[in-house]
């Protein structure tokens, strides 16, 4: 039978003289897992299984949710279809269920392609490629894409890494991310921008690190702090080992989302997702961080993930 995800593309490096191992999968150009040395830095999901909460999906032509699905375009009402029931919005973009076309494939690297066409709620043509490529760091992750029509389009992009140790256990994690503000929220859609200082343990202040056990959060990040073109978030063990998710200065925003219901091959368990952004939540209707495509333009961003402690 052929895995609900479709081609499981492999790739294999070393870092330091270990080996690195990825799977893509055709279907979203989903990181399937990330082994280093045998230790999972992501939470993989069985090659017979689906991708859990959008685990390691790539998210375009928007990322997190629009607002009830609509939203304003030359003076018309665009309606997306709604793919969140239960708050009713529009939720991950376009691409969650669509299949790539491999361009490349190597034993380290594999560049997958997928258009986005027009369709209710998105008059656009948009043609995206994503390179997956374990380097003698880590992985790294390049996104392009191609305004292919005739009109300036909108675009925002993302990714949904869970990041991981191995299966250590939550209250033996730390996770930091150099977010200095915040978006507040009303159903998960982002409205005021504030200090993490300002703000309550419903959206911590991460930066000094916090235990992912005392975590129960769903937010867009704001304010990262770039060191050399890249912000940087960890998830650490008591040992200091662990995955440093890094995110260029296209990724200006980062959802973290702690759920302590992940359905885990082995069970439930707490993970922690840290979503590199181009735009915050409901960019189509706010306007933040949204880019706009002239006819040929392209954008790009790069974030990836690399171990480290070990």
């Known amino acids: 039978m052929r895995p609900p995800t479709g081609q499981q593309l492999a790739l294999a490096g070393t870092v330091d003289g270990r080996p690195l191992h990825a799977t893509i999968t055709e279907v979203a150009a989903t990181l399937r897992e990330l082994v280093y040395d045998g230790v999972d830095l992501v939470e993989p999901f069985d090659e017979a299984a689906r991708p859990a909460k959008a685990q390691g999906i790539v998210l375009a032509p928007w990322g997190g949710r629009v607002a009830g699905g609509d939203w304003m375009h030359h003076g018309e009402v665009q309606r997306l279809a709604i793919t969140e029931r239960d708050k009713g919005n529009a939720s991950h973009g376009l691409l969650r269920f669509s299949p790539y076309r491999v361009l490349d494939h190597t034993e380290s690297a594999v560049v997958l392609q997928a258009t986005i066409h027009p369709q209710p709620g998105w008059p656009f043509l948009i043609d995206t490629t994503v390179t997956y490529e374990l380097t003698d760091d880590g992985l790294r992750v390049a996104h392009e894409a191609t305004n292919i029509g005739a009109e300036p ?79 940087t978030s960890t998830l650490l063990d008591d040992t200091g080992r662990g995955a440093a998710l890094w995110q260029d200065a296209a990724y200006p925003y980062a959802v973290v989302f702690t759920p302590r219901d992940f359905p885990a091959s082995s069970g439930p368990k707490h993970a922690a997702a840290v979503e590199p952004m181009s735009a915050p939540a409901n960019a189509l209707n706010s306007g933040i961080g949204l880019v706009w495509l002239e006819p040929g333009e392209t954008w790009r961003g790069h974030w990836g993930i690399d171990p480290v402690g070990f």
């Open 153 to 231: 389009a909108p675009w925002a992009c993302g990714a949904h890494p869970y990041l991981a140790v191995g299966d250590t256990p939550a209250d033996r994690l730390t996770l930091t991310v150099p977010a200095e503000r915040v978006f507040n929220a009303e159903r998960h859609i982002p409205t005021q921008e504030t200090l993490v200082d300002a703000m309550d343990a419903s959206a911590p202040d991460l930066r000094g690190g916090r235990r992912l056990a005392d975590l129960d959060i769903d937010h867009n990040y704001a304010g990262l702090e770039h060191v050399g073109g890249v912000a």
